[in-house]
């Protein structure tokens, strides 16, 4: 038998996870298996998110709210799109540019 390939999660999807816990009130459990995911696993990620919240505070950072987080996800995702569509506009404009010349 194979061995099963290993997930890998960005960090962005690790913190929204771990929001989902602390700021539902929802046990690991649940979410864990909503998600699909080990509760082992998400609960070091809860555990991580807690304890850079306390460190933000600690130095005086107030941590994001849920909507200032949905709205990074946000305006991540709409500038990584306008990041491909500017390259493929580069792309396309070379060869017209060199034939002017």
Same mark, same amino acid.
């Given at each position: 038998?194979?061995?099963?390939?290993?997930?890998?999660?960005?960090?962005?999807?690790?913190?929204? +996870? @771990?929001?989902?816990?602390? *700021?539902?009130?929802?046990?690991? $459990? %649940?979410? /864990?298996?909503?998600?699909?995911?080990?509760?082992?696993?998400?609960?070091?990620?809860?555990?991580?998110?807690?304890?850079?919240?306390? +460190? @933000?505070?600690?130095?005086? *950072?107030?941590?994001?709210?849920? $909507? %200032?987080? /949905?709205e990074?996800?946000r305006?991540?995702?709409?500038?990584?799109?306008?990041?491909?569509?500017?390259?493929?506009?580069?792309?396309?404009?070379?060869?017209?540019?060199?034939?002017?010349?």
């Open positions: 038998m194979p061995a099963r390939k290993r997930r890998s999660y960005t960090a962005e999807y690790k913190v929204e +996870a @771990a929001h989902r816990v602390i *700021d539902s009130g929802r046990t690991i $459990a %649940e979410v /864990a298996r909503e998600l699909g995911i080990d509760p082992g696993m998400l609960s070091v990620w809860v555990k991580d998110e807690r304890r850079r919240i306390d +460190a @933000a505070e600690v130095h005086g *950072d107030k941590p994001l709210e849920a $909507a %200032e987080r /949905a990074l996800q305006l991540r995702r709409q500038v990584n799109e306008l990041e491909k569509d500017n390259a493929f506009l580069v792309k396309a404009c070379v060869p017209r540019a060199l034939e002017v010349a």
